[in-house]
Each structure stands twice: as C-alpha cells, then as structure tokens.
C-alpha cells in the first residue's frame, strides 16, 4: 500500500481476519497493511464488518457479522453490555482475558521499552470476577420527561439506564436504585448536562467489602435538595447498614463529578474498611481502591518484590490515602509518603494513626521535589515505590531515583505503555528489570495492573 492510498472506502463491506486486540479493547485487522479497528471483534475471528470511519492511518468499521467464531468467545451475561461504555471485554472468556492482558504488558515492554527479555508471569486474576467493585458513581439524567440513571454510552454522554450492574457490589446497585425510585416518587430532577439544569446530577454509594458499611453521596447542582429529609427517612428505613448519607455540592458546569463543598446530611463522615489487616477510614471524596480484595494481591506482590527485612528505609511516591505505604510500614524500618493532593496526606495521616502505626512518615508536595529534599537532609532509601497515576512517573522523579541509587524499585503501574517508558530510562540509569507481574483489578474491562521489580545494576 502506498502512503497516500487508503485500501477500503466509508460505508464499504468487507471481509476480515481479526490478528489482534487493541488497548481498548477493539479487533484488529489488516487490509493490504491498512489498520482497521472493529469493536467486539476477537483475535483468529473471520467475519464482515462494515467501515464507518475512514482516516489515513487507519479506519473504523462495525461487526456485521462472524463468519468463523472464536472458541474464546462467550455470550454477554448483562443485558445491556452492548450499549453501555462501561465493560469492553464481556463478549471474551475470562480465562482468554487474562492472557490478553499478558500478551498486551508483553507486547509494551517489547514495543516501547525495548525489554523482550524481561519475564512477564501470567495474569493473576479472581475465582469470581463479578460483583468486585465497592465504589458506584452513577450519572443522573432526565430521558423523555422522566429520571434516568445508569452509565454512559460508549463514547457519549448519553445515560443508559439500568438497575443492575454485574461488576458492581449488589448492595450498590441496591441502594442506587432506591435513590432513583425516591427521586421519581418526589419528583426529584436529574440533571441536564446542555442546559444546566436540574437538581441531582451523580449518586455515588460506597460499601466497605469487608465492614459492610455502606454510603451514599447525593452530587447537586444546588444547594438545596428538595425533599431531604423524607429522601434520608426512606434510605435509613430501608437500609439498615447505611452508616453514611452525605450531599456534595457542583454548581460548575463541567464534567468533574465532584465539587467543593461536601456536608453530612445523616450519620457518620466515614465509612470504614479493611485491606488484609490494615483499616482504612473512607470519606466521600477519598481515593480508595475499587477492588479491595485484588487489591491485596497486587500490594503483597509490591511487599514481595520490596524484600524487606525489617532494617529498611523506604519511600513511597504517590502515596495516595497511604495504602502502600501502610503495608510497607509492616516490615519496614521507617516509610516516607508523599503525594501532591493535600486531602489525602490527610487521609494517610489518619489512616496511619487509625491503626497505630508509628513508623511512617506523609509530605503534601510533589514528589520530584519532596524526595530530593530528603535526600538533602541525610534520608537514604533502600527502596523506593511508585504507583502514579496512567500518566506515569515525572522524568524529574526518574532522575532523582538513578541519583539517589536505591537497591530496589517497586513500579506499580496501571498503564502498561507508561511503565515500559519508564523502565527504559530506569535501565539506562543503571537499573535491571527483573519481571513483572501483572494483577487483574478490573475483570472485563481492558486495564491491567502490573508490579514490576527492578534492581540496582552492581
């Protein structure tokens, strides 16, 4: 194919062998070396695809029809999986999942990292991947004059409604939809996103897996929310293990779920929860892992590759609400946290003295700039952690770590192309990766998380 030809035409059928899956999720098939990205198309599938959107590079097109199917492929159990945004990967079987996400942390540290060599194990995923998720944010809307509430449609801001979602806790999707039935029963307005009107514009409940503790946090464009009081008598009355009822106010028109100001309406500011033996302290506006027992997984892996013995000084960047750095603080001499966001140094803080742990350290600040300064006033890190956000570390924070030489790095990643980036300039500063494992944290959707264990070169 030259430069300038491209094989297919919008609105043309064709016939395809789908070789691969995208990041995202989609089949990938070559015309004449012309990319074209299907959704739900699975690798080794033949089928007729129609193309929908054609660019230089590559194209878009829609499944037709399957022609030869894969074995992998499985049916849907949610009913509404093909309109709603929220999974990706439902139509593929669990166990073809995993090793799709293998492949794709494989294929990353080859491409970008230039790592071929580094072993990376097989997915660690769950007996049950349903029902894992402890957090539900759902946006609230107005459809044909009536409240709707559910997830977004796949590339829109359209809201499909829905009662049940199969990857959230029951208890949420419980309490969601008691919401919604109030709201209707009292004429309660959703939002409406073009015209800034209405009243209540996101539901978030959160359940602590282990506790039970449940919360619910009505988002509002107003300040006043009309019909409280009867709305917190009917979710008291009708849940007994609601621990939490808080209203949060956004009056901004964005797309940012919360605002500013958060006021308990009912009971406790916090709900609590446990990782393995650590108790966390949740808030409305807390980060706090969606997959609590997963989550476990991936922290003892990042313990594992630690190698601590109990003598050593370690420093955890993007700390976060302190998750790591409190499993870290475990079988460490001291840890020192730090993250950029001031409400969760705040949240470590209390999270650290909730279960009396006196060997760990939080600095509000950026990492780049934090780390530096401890180095200058004498602290030495054995080991240093990682787990920043999709974007991956800073460079600045790379190159502090080559400077400073602990023996061990820990990178918690969950972007795999990030994490190859970055182990490249790792091991160009004199560092070796030595593997990677990958933990599944969000079963039928695309992201993968990995912990990757990196030593100082002798």
């Known amino acids: 194919m030259s430069k300038h030809s491209v094989p297919v035409a919008k609105n043309e059928y064709v016939e395809v062998t789908f070789e691969d899956l995208s990041h995202d999720g989609a089949g990938v098939a070559k015309i004449n070396g012309y990319t074209l990205f299907v959704p739900k198309g699975l690798p080794g599938e033949k089928a007729k695809v129609k193309v929908i959107k054609v660019k230089k590079g590559f194209g878009i097109g829609r499944l037709i029809d399957i022609i030869e199917q894969s074995p992998d492929r499985t049916e849907p159990p949610c009913s509404i999986y093909h309109q709603c945004g929220g999974c990706q990967l439902q139509h593929l079987s669990y166990e073809a999942q995993l090793k799709q996400k293998q492949k794709q942390v494989k ?12 072993p990376v194990h097989s997915v660690l995923g769950m007996e049950d991947a349903w029902r894992y998720r402890n957090k539900a944010q759902v946006p609230i809307g107005e459809m044909e004059g009536g409240l709707v509430g559910g997830f977004y449609q796949e590339r829109s801001h359209r809201i499909i409604d829905l009662d049940d979602c199969l990857i959230q806790h029951d208890e949420n999707d419980r309490i969601i939809q008691l919401v919604k039935d109030i709201a209707k029963k009292y004429g309660i307005r959703g939002y409406d996103e073009e015209k800034h009107s209405g009243t209540l514009r996101h539901v978030v409940a959160r359940i602590g897996k282990v506790t039970g503790e449940l919360m619910v946090v009505f988002v509002t464009r107003t ?29 901004k028109k964005t797309n940012v779920i919360f605002g500013d100001k958060t006021t308990v309406l009912w009971g406790e500011e916090y709900i609590y929860d446990y990782i393995g033996e650590i108790k966390f302290a949740i808030s409305a506006r807390s980060f706090y892992q969606v997959n609590p027992e997963q989550t476990k997984v991936l922290y003892d892996q990042a313990l594992q590759y630690a190698n601590l013995t109990g003598n050593e000084t370690v420093i955890d960047a993007y700390c976060g609400i302190g998750t790591i750095s409190l499993f870290l603080a475990q079988k460490a001499k001291n840890v020192y946290g730090v993250e950029i966001v001031p409400e969760a140094i705040s949240d470590a803080k209390r999270n650290a003295k909730l279960n009396g742990i006196a060997n760990v350290e939080f600095a509000v600040g950026e990492a780049e700039k934090v780390i530096p300064w401890w180095y200058a006033q004498g602290i030495r890190a054995d080991v240093i952690v990682v787990d920043p956000p999709r974007k991956g570390c800073d460079e600045a924070l790379l190159e502090t ?16 192309a990030t994490l190859a980036r970055d182990l490249r300039i790792l091991e160009d500063g ?29």
């Open 401 to 416: 770590i080559i400077k400073m030489k602990p023996k061990r790095v820990v990178y918690v990643s969950c972007n795999p």
């Open 223 to 251: 300040a006043d929310l009309p019909h409280k009081e009867k709305l917190i008598k009917e979710i008291v009355q009708q849940i007994p293990n609601i621990k939490s009822i808080v209203q949060n106010i956004n009056s």
């Open 107 to 118: 294929d990353v540290l080859t491409r970008i990292g230039g790592l071929p060599h580094v």
């Open 430 to 458: 004199g560092y070796s990766t030595k593997e990677v494992q990958p933990v599944d944290m969000f079963p039928h959707t695309t992201h993968v998380e990995s912990v990757a264990c990196i030593e100082l070169k002798i």
